[in-house]
């Protein structure tokens, strides 16, 4: 099966770890000053696995030791089924998760964060990239990409041999 045969949309947009960084800081310092209590996250939750990395930016910038995950499974590849929850964060720690700093790595049909938000009202969502779709259900994000867009995160891929624009004999 060829590359193309895999990718079923138009354009792809591959982000390196050195983007991922340089926008999850961006977010990062969007976010700072802008919780409840004085301007403080009570703490950051990572929506595994996607936003782990740049929860991980996140609550290094911002100096937030408190970490906890939810685990959504929503995509099989690249089809989308039933959102599901597969391992909750601390019930203490979250309450309606006011103070709470959620964060992805993207929203695309907002299935994701519509599930989430339904368990914790009160906590701010945040993404590093959005798609039109998803966009209502996100509070703060860096990049918005059309929705015909697939992105493609550093952690999905390798460098690799490319043949040369005019081909080879
Ligand atoms: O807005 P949506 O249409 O719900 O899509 C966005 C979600 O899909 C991807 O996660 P996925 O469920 O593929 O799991 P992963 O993070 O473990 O790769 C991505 O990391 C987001 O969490
Ligand atoms: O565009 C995407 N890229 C990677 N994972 C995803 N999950 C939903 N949409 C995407
Ligand atoms: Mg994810």
Do not use: C, N
Request: no cysteine.
């Amino acid at each position: 099966m060829s590359a193309k045969d895999r990718l079923p949309h138009e354009k792809g947009f591959h982000i390196s770890w050195d983007q991922i960084h340089r926008d999850s800081r961006a977010l990062a310092w969007r976010l700072d000053g802008q919780g409840p209590d004085d301007g403080a996250w009570r703490a950051v939750v990572a929506i595994t696995r996607g936003g782990m990395a740049p929860a991980m930016i996140v609550s290094r910038e911002l100096d937030i030791r408190t970490v906890d995950t939810i685990s959504v499974r929503s995509y099989h590849h690249q089809a989308q089924g039933e959102a599901e929850v597969l391992k909750a964060p601390d019930a203490e720690l979250m309450g309606d998760g006011e103070g709470i700093l959620i964060i992805d790595d993207l929203v695309d049909s907002g299935k994701t964060l519509e599930l989430v938000r339904a368990m914790y009202p009160k906590a701010h969502f945040a993404t590093v990239y959005a798609k039109p779709k998803g966009r209502p259900m996100v509070d703060t994000f860096i990049t918005e990409v059309s929705q015909d867009t697939w992105i493609f995160f550093p952690w999905d891929m390798a460098l690799q041999y490319v043949e040369p624009y005019r081909g080879t004999d």
